[in-house]
Structures are given as C-alpha cells and as structure tokens.
C-alpha cells in the first residue's frame, strides 16, 4: 500500500465532507433541533443535482440554478410536512412516501437515469477536476469554495433560529405540547423546518454534483445514513466542547469530513466497496450506542445519601 496514494486522496475526502456537511446539517435540523426522522432525505439529495445540472446543461446562469435546486428541495420537504400535518400520516411514512415519489420525478427532470456535465465546456462552481491540480485559481479550489457556503449557512441558521420564527420552531422540536399550549401554530413550524431541511440538502446535492461532474438517479441512495453518521460523530467527539448553537452546526460539519476520511482510509486499505454501505451502517450504529455505553458501564453510581449532604 502506497501511503502517497492515501495522501493525494485526503484532500478529495475532505472537499466531499465539506460538500455533504451542507447535507448533515439539514439532517441535523430535523433529527436534532425538531426531533424527527426524516426519509425524504434520499429523495431530495437527488432532485437538488438533477434541476442544477439539467438547468445548467439548458444554459441557465450558475446562481439561478442552485437557488432553484434549493427551492426544489424546499417543495419536497414542504410535501412531507403537508402529508403529516394535514393528512394524519406519521413523519417516517410521509418521508417514505415523498421520497418514493421522487425517483419518478427526478427521472423525469434528468430524462434517464444520469446525466454528465463537463467542467471544460460549463463554468462549474466546484469540481473535483481542481482538487489537486497546483494550476487551480484559488478562488476554484473545492475545500476554499465548500467553505464559504459552510461558513455563510451556519451564519445565516445561528441567526435565523434566534429569531421568533426558528425559536418557535425550535420550541416545537423540544416540546409540541407546550409549544401548542403558547399559542403556536405547530403545525406550521414543522412544515417549515421540514422545508429548510429538504433545501439544505438539495443545495448540498447541487454542488455534490458539479463536483462529481454526473447526477444520477440513485446518488441519494443511504444519504440519510451519511448525514446521521455526520451528526452522530460530531455529537459524540464534541458535544463536551461545543454548546453554543452554531458550534453544534460546526461539529456535524466536522463529523462529515471525520466520517469521509475514514472512508477514505478504509477504502485506502483495500475494503472491498460492496461492503460500504455496510461499514456506513455499521459507524452509525457505534457512535449512538457510545452514549448509551458511557451510561452503563463509564459514569459510576451516585453514593447513597449523597444527595441529603449536598
């Protein structure tokens, strides 16, 4: 094994855990701040890349076809919302059903199952093309461009749910009942959070896409597996250190590249790829039952009557 090889990779991790840190702060949104589980994930991780490529391959301006790549992802997480709060059906089968929905709409936006974009012939914002080639601008280099969205996004969420609108959300994550009893519209604060989520990360699968330079109808395929792994990790190895609110957004952006690199280390020592999918699962599942370990076997047992000497 060619520990040169391994190195020439890191950077292309890390850009790819930068990429989808956009992706598991989505996650994060719904299965941290609003305490749901939501599937439509897979779905939109798709349709955010189809309408920019297919949007970008029709000659429409960069900026327009991620805003709308969002906006997409915004409709179908405005669906899943909508078929919980108005129809009755639970969140994990609303995701489900939208998320299905999805394969056929994404195919319908691609017109086949993939399409490639090439970063000679299309400005492209991101591309893996420039991950190590030393002629790169600076201002095209993958981590430097992934980057400034991760900084601007964290910017922009840490001052959004300070506001009465994402504390009302917020409240509605922490506490439904109360939230209702103080006179909040709860079923339109998961509708919206929903929304921001799905939006999130179809603009994360936008530039997932120009960086990979293809979109495929299966690209979301276990994302929502990744974006857990990402905010699980970052949990666990910095929950002690990061309490303020867009420190946490932060740490889930670190637990993508962390989870990414290990892939890549993984892969480096020669993993057959049939059994990633598995060793993602596998991570998740570690990482959640860490805390229950600690709990069980790490924290020692309070004494007896220490609390009456307090």
């Known amino acids: 094994m060619n520990i040169t090889s391994l190195l020439n990779a890191l950077p292309g991790a890390a850009a790819q855990g930068l990429i989808w840190g956009i992706m598991a702060i989505g996650v994060f949104i719904t299965f941290k701040v609003m305490d749901v589980a939501d599937l ?35 409709a179908a997480g405005a669906v899943t919302g909508l078929l919980h709060t108005k129809m009755g059906i639970p969140v994990l089968l609303s995701g489900i059903l939208t998320q299905l929905s999805l394969y056929s709409v994404n195919l319908k936006i691609m017109g086949k199952a993939n399409q490639a974009i090439s970063s000679d012939r299309y400005n492209l914002l991101i591309s893996s093309r420039y991950i190590n080639d030393p002629a790169t601008p600076w201002y095209k280099y993958p981590i430097l461009t992934a980057s400034i969205f991760i900084v601007v996004i964290i910017i922009v969420l840490y001052w959004f ?11 509605t994550g922490a506490n439904e009942n109360m939230a209702r009893a103080q006179g909040i519209n709860t079923s339109a604060k998961k509708v919206l959070g929903l929304m921001i989520s ?13 960086y990979a330079n293809f979109t495929d109808v299966n690209i979301g395929r276990g994302a929502i597996v990744i974006g857990l792994a990402a905010v699980i990790i970052g949990d666990v190895l910095f ?8 420190l946490k957004l932060l740490s ?8 990414y690199l290990v892939m890549q280390f993984v892969s480096w020592l020669g993993l057959d790829t049939d059994y990633m999918k598995l060793l993602s699962a596998a991570v998740v599942a570690v990482f ?16 007896r009557g220490a609390s009456l000497n307090a």
């Open 288 to 303: 959640l039952a860490v805390p229950y370990w600690k709990g069980k076997y790490f924290t020692k047992p309070a004494k």
């Open 40 to 74: 439509t994930v897979d779905g939109t991780m798709c349709t955010g890349g189809a309408v920019s490529i297919m949007m970008l391959l029709n000659g429409q301006p960069m900026w327009f076809a991620l805003i709308c790549a969002c906006l997409a992802g915004m």
């Open 161 to 171: 749910f300070g506001t009465e609108l994402g504390c009302a959300i917020r409240a």
């Open 239 to 246: 929950s002690k250190v990061f309490h303020n609110f867009a």
């Open 198 to 210: 799905n939006g999130l990360v179809a603009l994360s699968s936008a530039l997932y896409c120009q």
């Open 252 to 259: 889930v952006v670190f637990g993508a590249i962390i989870y």
